[in-house]
């Protein structure tokens, strides 16, 4: 089953606003992803944290690796409506080729 | 190049019946994933793959759940005597490294199963 929890479970904000949503999880990762569903489609993914502390950004997506490597979260600076969608965290392991354990994601919306 | 492409994209089946869903990865990938999504929650993993070879398949509900990648590229997910807990999106995903590598997963857009 899954292992991991994820904040907010939806948000409703307007374009320009700053998103950030967060995972924790009761076991440690070595791999943190955050991946975006759109409607009829499969994940995407947005951004990879390797390293405990690591802190990557992706335009206006940026992503942080807890130090207890047991936490990740993303933020979205200057929302646009194309931001909507639902977006999930995941974390890899070693092991069964390091399939992605999700989270039950954040759906957001974004009003123009 | 093509994506992960998976068809039906949409299944109907009644209860009791068999499905098979198909995966076809992205063209030399060597690891294979099935993931099953219920309504309103993240991907659960179901399967593993690495070439032909399944070497992680305790994500499978019950041994009504059978998947098999024979010649280590398209891979088939069976579901035997349906029940409607099955509905979900089955999702495929496909990355290039070997088993021990955090390679990108690649999804494709799933198949919708809905059991009546």
């Known amino acids: 089953g899954q292992q991991l929890n994820q904040s907010p479970q939806s948000m409703f904000i307007q374009e320009g606003e700053d998103v950030s949503m967060n995972c924790t999880s009761s076991?440690?990762?070595?791999?943190w992803l955050w991946y975006k569903q759109e409607p009829g489609e499969g994940p995407v993914l947005l951004i990879a944290?390797?390293?405990?502390?690591e802190l990557t950004s992706n335009g206006r997506l940026t992503a942080q690796f807890g130090i207890t490597r047991k936490d990740s979260f993303l933020n979205i600076s200057a929302s646009i409506p194309s931001d909507v969608g639902i977006y999930f965290c995941?974390?890899?392991?070693?092991?069964?080729?390091?399939?992605?354990?999700f989270g039950k994601g954040t759906s957001l919306l974004v009003t123009p | 190049g093509a994506g992960v492409s998976q068809s039906p994209r949409y299944k109907v089946a009644k209860r009791g019946q068999d499905v098979a869903l198909r995966c076809d990865p992205i063209?030399?990938?060597?690891?294979l994933f099935w993931y099953q999504q219920a309504l309103g929650q993240g991907p659960e993993f179901l399967t593993y793959?690495?070439?032909?070879?399944?070497?992680?398949k305790s994500g499978l509900p019950s041994d009504r759940f059978f998947a098999e990648r024979p010649e280590g590229s398209v891979s088939t997910l069976k579901i035997q005597r349906t029940q409607q807990e099955d509905s979900a999106v089955y999702l495929c995903?496909?990355?290039?490294?070997?088993?021990?590598?955090?390679?990108?997963?690649?999804f494709g857009p799933g198949t919708r199963l809905t059991v009546l």
């Open positions: 995903a496909s990355s290039f490294g070997l088993a021990g590598d955090a390679d990108t997963q690649y």
């Open positions: 076991s440690i990762f070595n791999t």
């Open positions: 944290l390797y390293k405990a502390g």
């Open positions: 995941a974390g890899q392991k070693q092991g069964s080729g390091y399939a992605l354990n």
């Open positions: 063209s030399g990938h060597v690891s």
């Open positions: 793959f690495q070439n032909e070879a399944q070497l992680d």
